[in-house]
């Protein structure tokens, strides 16, 4: 343990060159920030715009291109590069360039989530632009204090106050307004009670579905082809999802470990997507009735609308933010044998730790991820006797895949290191074919296994047979197919009622209390 420990340098990334301006852009949602450092990114006419999720970056890209023409704008993610070296880029901030004319760094917050801040931090730390715009909540202020202390502050407010509007019964529900789950079960129950009342008439968003899933869905919406919005908090993720009202069914939510309270800033990020600015003088939020087994706090509600958290400057957010998280590069690890690495990683966060333990603004971020992801590589070579290379195995264990797709990792990995025996198992995974006759739940999961497959394909272009065509096609057909199941299982009579009495019941019981207790007894 100690021997490796003496391999390893804690080494911050630094910038060469110090820029001519920085300025942050702080704010609720709907304020303006993002806009305004997008027309400065335009005037300028060379830069990056850096967000934290691809539809974020795609939704720039398209703004831009048809504002100054899609010759003059790149997108560049995990998964796609489109016009990669156009003078302006729009991208996920993983994928950000060291240095460039103009960042403009999106959600600065996000540099204290302990999976992913380490990107926004390299950024904050060692981004050599000439101008730097960071776009985030107020709350955020003490962090961009803390990476710039010259830094000029530009606070934006709401264009559109919210009113809170109390309950509201989900047959009272009128055009433009989204209604808010905190699971994927119950967003497909809710849309099935509120399609009961407008047949065909009702979007839905939640994580798991494909990106060009939820553009459908969006564009139904705001088209008016869709008159009501079934949605999860992934509207608080990179969703831009105006609407005139936002009902909470519920103000729980399990976060992993626990059902819990929603937190005020959470709710906050949520209700701050109602109002349509230009069509409503002000955004109305409250609480949906009406649905037996939802249940929502309008106390919660009422007071996550006004910020009650104060700053160090004296303007009031929700949470003080005021850490960056870092994490190791590869050389940071002092190893040449990928079988060292796991105790690298280890040694480096104990060294780390130690090192910041009283650091006011640097935080260690957590390294469980890419050591689960190292763990899945490993075993699948050893099972094979397989080797791959330093840089592969960093490479491979850095890429954008959850835990539950660890296996295909492990797949991947064993087709960079020449095992032919992959190639079947990765041709039936591209084939769009197998997803004619499939449920809602493998299309979204084809629709992850799709995403993964273009970013492999970008990277080891053909390998295993895997082609960002073949991939492309993949999310395609899947995206396709969730869109056709979601209009089915939304229709369903049956969705959301007990099995039973047919009466409706909570989405994650397939009986209601009373028939469940009959059943018992």
């Known amino acids: 343990m100690r021997a490796a420990e003496r391999s390893i340098e804690i080494v911050l990334p630094q910038r060469r060159v110090e820029p001519e301006t920085v300025v942050a852009h702080l704010g609720p949602t709907n304020s303006g920030k993002t806009y305004h450092a997008l027309e400065f990114l335009k005037e300028q006419g060379r830069g990056v715009y850096a967000g934290p999720l691809r539809m974020l970056a795609q939704e720039a890209y398209r703004r831009l291109a048809a504002e100054i023409g899609e010759e003059h704008v790149g997108l560049v993610t995990g998964e796609e590069r489109i016009n990669e070296h156009a003078p302006i880029i729009c991208c996920t901030v993983e994928m950000a360039p060291s240095s460039g004319e103009v960042l403009v760094l999106d959600e600065v917050q996000w540099a204290d989530d302990e999976e992913r801040g380490s990107a926004w931090t390299r950024l904050l730390l060692a981004g050599d632009y000439r101008h730097i715009l960071v776009l985030g909540a107020l709350d955020a202020e003490p962090l961009v204090r803390h990476a710039f202390p010259d830094i000029e502050i530009k606070v934006f407010q709401r264009k559109l106050p919210l009113e809170f509007v109390g309950e509201r019964a989900l047959r009272s529900v009128t055009p433009g307004t989204v209604l808010v789950a905190f699971s994927r079960k119950a967003v497909l129950a809710l849309a099935g009670e509120a399609n009961r009342l407008r047949p065909g008439k009702i979007a839905v968003l939640y994580g798991a579905m494909p990106l060009a899933s939820r553009r459908e869905e969006i564009d139904r919406f705001l088209a008016g082809s869709a008159e009501v919005c079934v949605a999860t908090d992934v509207l608080g993720h990179g969703v831009n ?21 929603l937190l005020p800033w959470e709710m906050a990020q949520i209700a701050g997507r109602a109002g349509r600015f230009g069509l409503v003088d002000r955004g109305h939020v409250g609480v949906l ?35 960056a998280r870092i994490r190791p590069r590869l050389d940071d690890l002092g190893v040449t044998d990928p079988r060292d690495l796991d105790a690298a990683l280890a040694a480096w966060h104990r060294v780390a730790t130690r090192e910041w333990a009283y650091e006011s603004w640097l935080a260690v971020e957590s390294l469980s991820p890419i050591r689960g992801r190292l763990g899945a590589v490993q075993r699948r070579l050893r099972e094979r006797s397989r080797k791959l290379s330093l840089e592969d195995t960093w490479k491979l264990i850095n890429a954008p895949i959850d835990e539950d797709n660890a296996e295909l990792l492990g797949s991947l990995a064993l087709a960079i290191a020449g095992d032919s025996a992959q190639r079947p198992l990765l041709a039936f995974l591209l084939d769009p074919a197998r997803l004619r006759d499939s449920s809602l739940e493998e299309a979204e999961q084809a629709g992850r296994l799709a995403a993964i497959l273009r970013w492999f394909a970008l990277q080891y272009p053909g390998v295993g047979g895997v082609t960002i065509e073949g991939a492309a096609a993949l999310e395609a057909t899947a995206a396709a197919r969730v869109v056709a199941r979601l209009r089915v299982e939304v229709s369903d009579p049956t969705l959301g009622r007990c099995r039973s009495c047919g009466k409706t019941c909570a989405p994650w019981f397939p009986m209601c209390d009373r028939c469940f207790g009959r059943s018992r007894s």
């Open 289 to 323: 009735t009406g649905v037996a087994w939802a249940s929502a706090d309008p106390r919660l509600i009422e007071s996550a609308l006004e910020p009650h958290v104060e700053l160090p400057s004296g303007h009031r957010g929700y949470r003080i933010v005021d850490e």
């Open 241 to 261: 999802l105006p609407c005139e009202t936002l009902l909470f069914a519920e103000t729980t939510k399990f976060d992993g470990q626990e059902r819990r309270n």
